[in-house]
């Protein structure tokens, strides 16, 4: 069975970092295009970040917001993928989810397609 599942979700202060992991069971993370995504109260649900699989030859995608803070990574040895975010801010807060589909390894389809495999989420607040 394909699932994912978060951690590392917290409270931080404005300035603050944490890291976020997305566990995979069922596929290896590197065979196909893994994004996170996040949504905040009132508001829909964005993307955040993406990284391509292995038969894809891109750079991950980061959404403007984020650029420069936040980095996405794999670890094919423990089957995951991470949000690195640091220089955290107060409209970061949401719920961070990671997601995929077997039809997607690069990171254009995961952005704009309809997902079918998603973790339960995990919540990031950023509050002085």
């Known amino acids: 069975q394909v699932q994912l599942v978060e951690s590392g979700g917290g409270a931080v202060q404005p300035g603050g970092s944490l890291r976020l992991s997305c566990a995979a069971s069922?596929?290896?993370?590197?065979?196909?295009?893994i994004g996170w995504f996040r949504q905040a109260p009132g508001k829909e649900r964005d993307w955040v970040s993406c990284?391509?699989?292995?038969?894809?030859?891109?750079?991950?995608y980061y959404r403007e917001s984020v650029k420069g803070r936040f980095t996405i990574s794999r670890d094919n040895a423990e089957n995951r993928v991470f949000l690195e975010m640091d220089s955290l801010k107060p409209e970061d807060t949401a719920v961070y989810y990671c997601a995929t589909d077997v039809l997607y390894t690069d990171c254009a389809g995961v952005i704009t397609g309809i997902l079918d495999v998603w973790g339960q989420g995990t919540q990031v607040t950023v509050s002085s």
């Open positions: 069922g596929f290896t993370v590197d065979d196909y295009a």
């Open positions: 990284i391509g699989s292995k038969s894809v030859y891109h750079s991950p």
